[in-house]
T-cell receptor
Framework: DQQVKQNSPSLSVQEGRISILNCDYT??????FLWYKKYPAEGPTFLIS?????DKNEDGRFTVFLNKSAKHLSLHIVPSQPGDSAVYFC????????????FGTGTRLQVTL | NAGVTQTPKFRILKIGQSMTLQCTQD?????MYWYRQDPGMGLKLIYY???????DKGEVPNGYNVSRSTTEDFPLRLELAAPSQTSVYFC?????????????FGSGTRLTVV
């Protein structure tokens, strides 16, 4: 049972344009959501997070939107840069679960020149 | 500031052999985790610990054991390695629940069981 789903395995975007990565979840107990970025042969690195009490969080070029009623979140990267090419994982946790994260399967983003 | 350090980076094991994957963190984080990542899949939680002396099973604990004798170290033990344990293993730590900065991950151990 995949509780966190990233239905697009890959995405290609031109440099300077917007990248939109999507994530859906099924567990209504999830109340904290995070995005991680992963380069080959490295561990994932934290990118941005959002609590369920918010519907938007921004950090520079990165914005995460949360739609609780649809159980959907998205990561927007504007403008996209070649260094953004990586695999992006969506993750979720529920209060009282020792911050255990449930991860999606990842979306590989390729930013082309 | 090293963060989370995992050793070894690569290992090939024969079926039935045992090994310990080492993980140490220098951030004084209470929470530590072991995940595995199979090709094309997300990370699956194997075991976690909320403090020294306290460990608990995650989603895929079978075939593994852990211990947490100190805040810094959280080794993962594989007994009787099987081909199904071929994977990339990531150790992670976090300061507390709901940390706004999420986990800090190690760089991973790529394990092949033949």
């Amino acid at each position: 049972d995949q509780q966190v789903k990233q239905n697009s395995p890959s995405l290609s975007v031109q440099e300077g344009r917007i990248s939109i990565l999507n994530c859906d979840y099924t567990n209504s107990m999830f109340d904290y959501f995070l995005w991680y970025k992963k380069y080959p042969a490295e561990g994932p690195t934290f990118l941005i997070s959002i609590s369920s009490i918010k519907d938007k969080n921004e950090d520079g070029r990165f914005t995460v939107f949360l739609n609780k009623s649809a159980k959907h979140l998205s990561l927007h990267i504007v403008p996209s840069q070649p260094g953004d090419s990586a695999v992006y994982f969506c993750a979720a946790s529920a209060t009282g679960t020792a911050s255990k994260l449930t991860f999606g399967t990842g979306t590989r983003l390729q930013v082309t020149l | 500031n090293a963060g989370v350090t995992q050793t070894p980076k690569f290992r090939i094991l024969k079926i039935g052999q045992s090994m310990t994957l080492q993980c140490t963190q220098d951030m004084n984080h209470n929470y530590m985790y072991w995940y595995r990542q199979d090709p094309g899949m997300g990370l699956k939680l194997i075991y976690y610990s909320v403090g020294a002396g306290i460990t608990d099973k995650g989603e895929v604990p079978n075939g593994y054991n852990v211990s947490r004798s100190t805040t810094e170290d959280f080794p993962l033990r594989l007994e009787l390695a099987a081909p199904s344990q071929t994977s990339v293993y990531f150790c992670a730590s976090s300061y507390s629940q709901g940390s706004a900065y999420g986990y800090t991950f190690g760089s991973g151990t790529r394990l092949t069981v033949v």
